[in-house]
């Protein structure tokens, strides 16, 4: 199927530790890849996207890379802030408007 | 430029009754999808629908729910004969054409809605 897995967690950091989350796509098709982010009692928010094998999504710090070779598009920040504590989903599509999430991973960063 | 409005925020019905949650997607978008989050669950696709046409149903329940987008106001997420198992977050995104490979919409804040 089009599935996403991604690393369950809570993840609880303290400000200014490196953030990876991982997540992992089923190799069906050629994906485009997604990061959404939801702040607690809001909908998500787009925060980076990839459409092919390479490419590299970045913003506001995050950055995660189109993997074929390991089918994963793994969610990176160098120095996380208290600002950043959200949940974080990784989702796939195929079709193009049909979005595949993963089951969201929660982090929380401490002062 | 408001974003994707639904409304209620929150909605809270017994067993049995009928639960409506609008959705006014993005001005100058025609096109809006609606999806599921059940608890300690992702977002499931539910049904994507243009103004006045459903163009695919297929992550909907057979039963008891329906979409509509007409050709004024809002789309209309509608469950009937709601069951605890309904109680979930429901959210709504648009987007201005059908997105393309890569393309990603908006999404409104949701419609969390508690059957009792």
């Known amino acids: 199927g089009n599935s996403v897995t991604q690393m369950e967690g809570p993840v609880t950091l303290s400000e200014e530790a490196f953030l990876t989350i991982n997540c992992t796509y089923t190799?069906?098709?050629?994906?485009?890849l997604f990061w959404y982010v939801q702040y607690p009692g809001e909908g998500l928010q787009l925060l980076l996207k990839?459409?092919?094998?390479?490419d590299k999504g970045s913003n506001k710090g995050f950055e995660a890379t189109y993997r074929k070779e390991t089918t994963s598009f793994h969610l990176e920040k160098g120095s996380v802030q208290v600002s950043d504590s959200a949940v974080y989903f990784c989702a796939r599509t195929n079709s193009g408007y049909a979005l595949n999430f993963g089951k969201g991973t929660s982090l929380l960063v401490t002062p | 430029n408001a974003g994707v409005m639904q409304n209620p925020r929150h909605l809270v019905r017994r067993r049995g009754q009928e639960a409506r949650l609008r959705c006014s997607p993005m001005?100058?978008?025609?096109?809006v999808y609606w999806y599921r989050q059940l608890p300690e669950e992702g977002l499931k696709f539910m049904v994507y629908l243009q103004k006045e046409n459903i163009i695919d149903e297929s992550g909907m329940p057979k039963e008891r729910f329906s979409a509509e987008f007409p050709k004024e106001g809002p789309s209309i997420l509608r469950i009937q004969q709601v069951v605890r198992g309904d109680s979930a977050a429901y959210f709504c995104a648009s987007s201005p054409t059908e997105p393309g490979q890569g393309f990603a919409y908006t999404f409104g804040s949701g419609t969390r809605l508690t059957v009792v």
């Open positions: 190799a069906t098709g050629y994906p485009s």
């Open positions: 990839a459409t092919k094998a390479d």
């Open positions: 001005k100058g978008h025609s096109h």
